[in-house]
């Protein structure tokens, strides 16, 4: 099945968890948009456990998202992690059509991977590799042909500032390079990639700047 859903990627404040298995619920069908491309109806929330309590875990779930089914809303199947206080953050905005789906436990500077290949029961495949020099990745976005860019807000600390940058994976996750944000213009600068927007056909990115780290840092204004 083709997966072309948005994701609406939410930090949730309620306590849901269990096994990954969808449940015994009615399993909405892709419709078509306004120019024949299919639409997915699965929305997939990444949340927290809210209140930290013994045997929690952070997790991924999988909602009803088809208004025309029955029930529309519903939670499908929940996928945990066996992991809380991960910082659940930013996951990709966009279902991926192959590859697993990334979602970032910022707090703790790990990217979870989640397979779709059935997508109203999505399973945890493991932890993505560390990245070379860079640390705390925070944004995605898949490229035309599959594979990943991220923003990763801090280095390995063995410059000045500590500065982030970008790195580049196929889409199965395996990293291909990466790129500093440093500018020796600005030696030190404390610069964090944020966020960040493709365009594919002049092959140019543009991220923005802001730290994660905003109560022990203030980072350059830049993009």
């Known amino acids: 099945m083709d997966r072309h859903n948005s994701l609406l990627i939410l930090t949730l404040g309620f306590i849901l968890w269990g ?43 999988t909602i009803n998202a088809d208004p025309a089914s029955a029930g529309y809303g519903e939670i499908l199947a929940t996928t945990p992690i066996h992991r ?18 990334l979602a970032s436990g910022f707090s703790i500077d790990r990217t979870y991977m989640f397979d779709l290949t059935s997508p109203n029961a999505p399973k945890l495949i493991g932890e993505l590799d560390t990245i070379p020099g860079l640390s705390y990745t925070h944004d995605y976005r898949r490229l035309p042909d599959g594979k990943i860019l991220l923003t990763m807000q801090r280095g390995d600390g063995s410059q000045e500032g500590d500065p982030g940058g970008l790195a580049l994976l196929e889409s199965d996750g395996t990293l291909l390079l990466t790129a500093s944000a440093a500018d020796p213009a600005f030696p030190g600068a404390i610069i964090r990639p944020y966020s960040l927007d493709v365009a594919a056909k002049r092959d140019r990115v543009l991220t923005t700047g802001r730290s994660m780290f905003y109560a022990e840092e203030r980072a350059a204004d830049v993009i």
Not at 84 to 101: F, K, S
């Open 19 to 61: 096994d990954c298995e969808a449940q015994d619920r009615e399993v909405p069908s892709d419709s078509l948009d306004a120019n024949g491309a299919q639409i997915s109806p699965f929305l997939y929330v990444w949340a927290r456990d809210e209140d930290q309590s013994h045997g929690g875990t952070d997790f991924l779930a």
């Open 84 to 101: 809380m206080g991960t910082g659940a953050h930013h996951a990709e905005p966009v279902a991926p059509t192959e590859g697993p789906l």
